[in-house]
């Protein structure tokens, strides 16, 4: 697709329950980063705006190009930059150390049969995922630090902050549907809007927490992952 485009912006809030409170003793006590992104069920700001949010506009006509060849994801503070990944199929994730610690990147949910090393002030380290699906990205020095990857057959998506924030542009007009998914939860929803060419639609979604409901499919979350590290291949 070449023609027209509009684009759409907005934030993602959360309602319910706070967040649970996750186990940390895995993490180091000097892992402070870590401790953070990974000490509760989902991440939050201001306002109850949250993070790691997957927003995906789907349901226009035409294919869309990535405009790049790679996602950075970055290393610091023993713990990964985000909760969630979003790439488009072709392109990679580059990890980067920002600090002083080497990480080693595994792409569970394909085979991965050597371990590559992210090192401070080196070029990035490419991860190319196979297909499109979902995958999850960790370290294997420490396995705590994990986050979801979604591998899109369209680039109109993005990922938000701690400030809720997400902004989509190049969307062809008319009418679309724009989801968001919490992976960590399981929360979606999804909004109905027109774009029009040349304009920003601003949409507001908001997602629920049960932290009963979630407590109580935790041990089930681990098998899963369980599940999904014994498809990688030694």
């Excluded at 993490?27 to 927003?55: K, S, T, W």
């Excluded at 994801?73 to 969630?84: F, I, Q």
Aim: glycine letters at 8%.
């Amino acid at each position: 697709y070449d023609g027209p485009t509009g684009k759409v912006r907005g934030h993602v809030t959360m309602t319910g329950d706070p967040p649970s409170a996750m186990p940390v003793h895995e993490i180091p006590a000097e892992c402070a980063g870590a401790r953070e992104m990974f000490g509760v069920a989902y991440r939050q700001g201001m306002n109850r705006r949250v993070a790691d949010v997957l927003v995906a506009v789907t349901g226009y006509d035409g294919y869309v190009p990535p405009l790049s060849d790679a996602v950075v994801v970055e290393g610091r503070d023993c713990a990964w930059s985000t909760r969630t990944v979003a790439l488009t199929y072709g392109q990679r994730i580059d990890v980067v150390s920002k600090d002083r610690n080497t990480y080693v990147p595994e792409l569970l949910g394909q085979p991965w049969p050597v371990q590559l090393l992210a090192t401070p002030g080196r070029a990035p380290l490419p991860v190319s995922p196979l297909k499109v699906g979902q995958y999850m990205l960790i370290d294997a020095m420490r396995l705590y630090s994990k986050a979801d990857v979604y591998v899109l057959a369209y680039p109109t998506a993005a990922v938000t902050g701690l400030d809720g924030s997400f902004e989509i542009d190049r969307i062809p007009p008319g009418k679309v549907t724009v989801n968001a998914l919490l992976p960590i939860t399981g929360a979606v929803t999804e909004q109905s809007i027109t774009v029009e060419a040349g304009k920003t639609t601003e949409v507001e979604l908001t997602l629920s927490f049960d932290a009963a409901a979630f407590d109580a499919e935790a041990s089930k979350r681990a098998e899963a992952e369980e599940k999904l590290r014994s498809r990688k291949t030694p």
